[in-house]
């Protein structure tokens, strides 16, 4: 079946505009993970769904991010007033559930200009 | 403590020696442990997974286990230089998974 798809591929925006990232996960899959990576870096973890909700929004790093996941399948990451900090690779994993293997996908490039 | 600790490197080897690459984690009741590999531009992808103590093997990869230290490791044997890349430890914490910064490889030609 098909991966973990991601949309859009490349995204490029001015400061202080908003951004929606959306993540279709693995079907069946119940977990559903949200990382940034900034260039050379690690995975920066962000949010985490179970299902449809998320018992960990610990890694979000301000108020100007939020995520929803609807019908335990879609998600989409909303960055609200966009910064140039915000610019990186923000990937999406899901996994059958929270502690197997997780299937990343291909990513979004944010670019704040 | 970071809960996934690994060496940033970069870690240097020649072409058909043993790169070991290591990764020790916090929390003493974890379960699920995983090697991912990321080249650069692309996203992390899963090489191995192990759940018990000891060593698991899949082809020229070894995966090892303590439970005991907190250590977990992943052996390449013969390295290639296509084996150049970031290599991602993650462990679980309670019913979600935690990744380590990676470890840089460089296989020497």
């Known amino acids: 079946g098909a991966g973990v798809s991601q949309s859009p591929s490349n995204k490029v925006t001015e400061k202080g505009k908003d951004v929606e990232l959306r993540c279709d996960p693995i079907?069946?899959?119940?977990?559903l993970y949200w990382y940034r990576q900034s260039l050379g870096q690690g995975l920066e973890f962000l949010i985490y769904?179970?299902?449809?909700?998320?018992?960990?929004k610990s890694g979000l790093p301000s108020d100007r991010f939020s995520a929803e996941r609807t019908g335990g399948s879609v998600s989409t990451l909303t960055i609200q007033r966009t910064q140039q900090e915000d610019s990186a690779v923000y990937l999406c994993a899901s996994s059958l559930w929270g502690t197997e293997t997780q299937y990343f996908g291909p990513g979004t490039r944010l670019l704040v200009l | 403590q970071k809960e996934v600790e690994q060496n940033s490197g970069p870690l240097s080897v020649p072409e058909g020696a043993i790169a070991s690459l290591n990764c020790t984690y916090s929390?003493?009741?974890?379960?699920?442990f995983f090697w991912y590999r990321q080249y650069s531009g692309k996203s992390p992808e899963l090489i191995m997974s192990i759940y018990s103590n000891g060593d698991k093997e899949d082809g020229r990869f070894t995966a090892q286990l303590n439970k005991a230290s907190q250590y977990v490791s992943l052996l390449i044997r013969d390295s290639q230089p296509s084996d150049s890349a970031t290599y991602l430890c993650a462990v679980n914490r309670d019913d979600k998974i935690i990744f380590g910064k990676g470890t840089r490889l460089h296989i020497l030609p």
């Open positions: 929390d003493r009741v974890s379960q699920s």
């Open positions: 079907s069946g899959h119940t977990a």
């Open positions: 769904f179970q299902g449809n909700s998320a018992p960990d």
